[in-house]
């Protein structure tokens, strides 16, 4: 096991361009599930790859177990990863996809049946070994590629967007095994997402990234309730966080916070009229999109999500009075779009 | 609605069977006038006692095959073809697949290399041929002149490309695969331009250098493609006659000469039809069977 750090790493593709990441600083910790959560081109996929050995930085540092690998090959630094793609060997069996590293390792071939079995007993594919890839489906693949990566047994693993070929049902299935396979092996993990209910779910720290900066990194809770800039608070959460513009500043609430005035309990609350344009019916809960009435807000659309044990009577087409706690609000600077300390609301 | 309907009158068209056929047509006339008609006119002839010049013409039996299996000429046009075949394509699927690995990665000239290797396929055969004919000629070969510049052989010491057996069949190979490479390179960079980045990526990671990701990933992951390769480079060696006829005319003492080059020489040249007719026919079980090989291979290597 090993601590994965990078300093200043950065990474520009075109001379003069943007780049693709920039500038970042990042650790993790002894075991940690880390992910990096960003939406398509925000370089998590890029920076996941410079610490792989796959690109080389620009710019920058890379440090595994607390040595400068910037230099190394893949090989030398004991990293293990799991493509999008799986990047299965199409003409090696299973057994031989995953005894591969071992054999490019030079690992001594009397081990490599009980390693092999070891691995594919672990995440229950002892049965598929005969078979090739192509006569696999999608779950069995990824496990596939999974045993490939934890038979040599690294010291860090690299998962890129591994359930994004998996179709809904399977995802959520193969989430919750991943979450299992990494308490029990215990490496440290770095694994990337655009999806952020599997970011909030299985990190224990989330990276969220923008165009190549990160933006915030924090646990799951702390990226939720208090995103470090309106980036964070938009795209995470859906529907997004509510934001409202007011002279220097801007006001944020979820709209989960954004709740009929009457339900309210706490005794700080911020009151508006709320015109609701349409709903959606999703089962467990309702979303209203609707807009702002009265205030300087006018006309302002705003999205409020009502839980199903929430009283019906929320139609579209009706106004009523809503409210959001204090506590619930979120401040940013509007200049800069950083988080601002909390303080007394600019309108009356 | 309106938009839909021309579309299925065109589809309607297109299903009739008139216009089907119609183009269809021009594909089924090129095959039954230029090669079937001559196919089965060499196995009538094959058959037969037919000369040119001769009027009359009689059916012989087996006769031809058994004059021609008797001929040292022809076993040594046999082997000739057999030997000429393989040499040249064990060296063209090792350049072209080397070519091919070395074209891949992105660098300044690229192109124009790309370009430049392609152009021996592009020339025509004789045009090619008779340039390296000068290249290889017995009085004017650039390549003697510069290995006595360079003090390797004493002036009239040099070896003689054309003109001696062994030298000969290896410049009418070398020549072969010099028009074979750039083919088969174009053919190699489809295949290995068809491997997804990630898996050289992953066997990178998995700790394979860059032998065991040739050998044990890329190659065995482009074996179809070197298949397809191999076949049509294989029919275009064996049944070639254009480099042997235009370098050596099959000598010096028949030591390049291959079965089409033999057919030629005995049917056309020799007035021989019939025995010129029996010749190449020995080249259709050959090819069929390799064919058939080739295919079944393909077929069985098939990846994804």
Redesign the interface.
């Given at each position: 096991m090993a601590v994965v750090e990078t300093r200043n790493l950065t990474k520009v593709f075109k001379e003069g361009a943007l780049g693709a990441v920039n500038n970042v600083n990042l650790e993790t910790r002894e075991g940690e599930f880390l992910v990096f959560l960003g939406p398509s081109g925000s370089g998590k996929t890029t920076l996941l790859r410079m610490i792989?050995?796959?690109e080389t930085p620009t710019s920058g540092e890379i440090l595994i177990g607390g040595k400068v690998v910037n230099n190394l090959?893949?090989?030398e630094r004991r990293?293990?990863?799991v493509?999008?793609?799986y990047?299965l060997?199409?003409?090696l069996s299973v057994y031989k996809n995953i005894a591969?590293?071992l054999k490019?390792?030079g690992v001594k071939k009397e081990l490599h049946r009980e390693k092999v079995e070891w691995a594919s007993g672990l995440l229950g594919i002892g049965h598929l070994l005969d078979r090739k890839?192509?006569e696999l489906s999608g779950g069995e693949r990824q496990r596939v590629a999974l045993a490939?990566a934890i038979v040599?047994q690294p010291a860090v693993f690299l998962l890129d967007e591994p359930l994004s070929n998996l179709d809904a049902k399977l995802r959520a299935s193969a989430r919750e095994e991943l979450e299992q396979f990494h308490k029990n092996v215990g490496t440290t993990t770095i694994y990337v997402t655009h999806d952020q209910i599997e970011a909030m779910a299985m990190g224990d720290r989330v990276v969220v990234l923008h165009q190549g900066v990160v933006r915030q990194i924090g646990t799951p809770k702390e990226v939720y309730e208090d995103p470090a800039d309106t980036f964070v608070a938009t795209f995470l959460g859906s529907p997004p966080m509510n934001l409202l513009e007011s002279s220097d500043v801007i006001i944020g609430f979820r709209p989960e916070s954004f709740l009929p005035f009457e339900l309210i309990s706490a005794n700080n609350q911020v009151k508006f009229r709320y015109k609701i344009n349409y709903l959606e019916y999703l089962g467990a809960e309702r979303v209203l999109y609707g807009t702002l009435e009265g205030s300087h807000f006018e006309s302002k659309e705003i999205i409020s999500r009502l839980s199903w044990t929430m009283p019906a009577g929320y139609e579209a087409g009706s106004v009523h009075d809503f409210a959001v706690a204090e506590a619930d609000l979120r401040f940013f600077n509007r200049s800069t779009g950083k988080r601002a300390e909390a303080r007394a609301l600019p309108w009356p | 609605m309106a938009i839909g309907r021309p579309k299925i009158k065109s589809l309607q068209a297109a299903e009739s069977p008139l216009l089907g056929g119609a183009m269809f047509s021009p594909a089924v006339l090129y095959i039954v006038l230029l090669i079937g008609a001559p196919f089965v006119l060499a196995i009538f002839y094959a058959f037969s006692d037919a000369r040119i010049g001769s009027t009359t013409l009689h059916f012989v039996g087996l006769e031809n095959f058994r004059s021609i299996l008797q001929s040292p000429s022809f076993r040594k046009a046999l082997q000739n073809s057999i030997v000429f075949t393989i040499c040249a394509q064990a060296i063209v699927v090792v350049c072209s697949t080397m070519l091919s690995i070395a074209l891949e990665k992105k660098f300044r000239g690229r192109g124009l290399l790309r370009f430049l290797i392609l152009l021996p396929w592009v020339a025509p055969v004789s045009l090619g041929s008779i340039g390296w004919k000068w290249i290889l000629d017995s009085i004017y070969s650039v390549i003697t002149w510069v290995l006595v510049w360079l003090h390797f052989y004493k002036p009239y010491g040099a070896p003689m490309w054309l003109g001696q057996p062994h030298l000969a069949m290896a410049s009418v190979i070398l020549v072969h695969c010099w028009r074979l490479i750039p083919f088969a390179t174009v053919v190699m960079l489809a295949g290995s331009s068809a491997i997804?980045k990630?898996?050289p990526?992953?066997?990178?990671?998995?700790?394979?250098?860059f032998w065991?990701t040739l050998f044990?990933?890329k190659i065995?992951?482009m074996?179809p493609i070197i298949n397809v390769a191999v076949l049509f480079g294989t029919i275009f060696t064996f049944t070639d006659m254009t480099v042997v006829y235009i370098l050596t005319a099959g000598g010096p003492f028949d030591s390049t000469q291959t079965l089409p080059s033999l057919a030629f020489a005995t049917g056309i040249q020799g007035s021989d039809l019939a025995a010129g007719a029996a010749i190449s026919l020995f080249l259709v079980p050959v090819l069929v069977v390799i064919a058939y090989l080739m295919l079944r291979m393909a077929h069985r290597?098939e990846?994804?």
């Open positions: 792989a050995g796959l090959s893949p090989r990293i293990a990863m493509f999008q793609s990047a060997y199409p003409h591969f590293p490019a390792q890839p192509r490939r040599r | 997804p990630e898996i990526e992953a066997a990178a990671i998995d700790g394979a250098g065991r044990q990933i065995p992951m074996l290597a990846v994804v």
